[in-house]
């Protein structure tokens, strides 16, 4: 196993034994969590926190649905932030740049993120209403499906659903 697969293997079967970030509870603030990453004000917004690791391929898959989300759903109130828990920071730029991603990312080489919300495999997304509550919680990808959900949720709670 790679060492950055082994680490994250090991952040994530450690923290797994602490709360992960479930449907009705409070958002932990990922600007708090991340600082001196460049995100985007979330105050008020439909918040999509997606934590991704270069190696995964369901990530890879997840992104060009995540950029199509952004694009509709952005203008009326969707902010999605890519979190990327790569601890080799050249991995995690080139997976950046290679997914083009349209909405911001943060490398979170720290797992300080990745704690507070405890992701159970990647990617895991965390969708977050108007109020800062976590309202649903996905694992993995599959693409047609994951998005017509996310879709669908997010609408329900940009509508104040």
């Known amino acids: 196993m790679k060492p950055a697969v082994q680490l994250i293997a090991l952040v994530l079967s450690f ?3 602490l709360h992960a970030a479930s ?14 990453a460049s995100l985007p004000a979330t105050s008020g917004k439909v918040v999509l926190v997606d934590f991704w690791a270069s190696w995964c391929g369901p990530c890879k898959a997840s992104f060009p649905a995540l950029n199509r989300l952004q694009k509709k759903y952005g203008p009326k109130g969707l902010v999605i932030i890519g979190v990327g828990v790569d601890d080799d920071a050249a991995k995690y730029q080139a997976f950046a740049k290679k997914m083009s991603a349209s909405f911001p990312l943060a490398h979170d080489s720290a797992h300080k993120a990745a704690a507070k919300f405890n992701p159970q495999s990647m990617p895991s997304s965390y969708l977050i209403d108007r ?3 976590i309202r649903y919680v996905h694992t993995g990808f599959h693409p047609k499906k994951t998005e017509t959900e996310y879709s669908t949720e997010i609408e329900a709670l940009l509508d104040g659903k």
């Open 23 to 36: 449907p009705g509870e409070k958002a932990p603030q990922i600007s708090k969590l991340l600082p001196g």
């Open 15 to 17: 923290t797994s034994a």
């Open 131 to 133: 109020k800062g509550v």
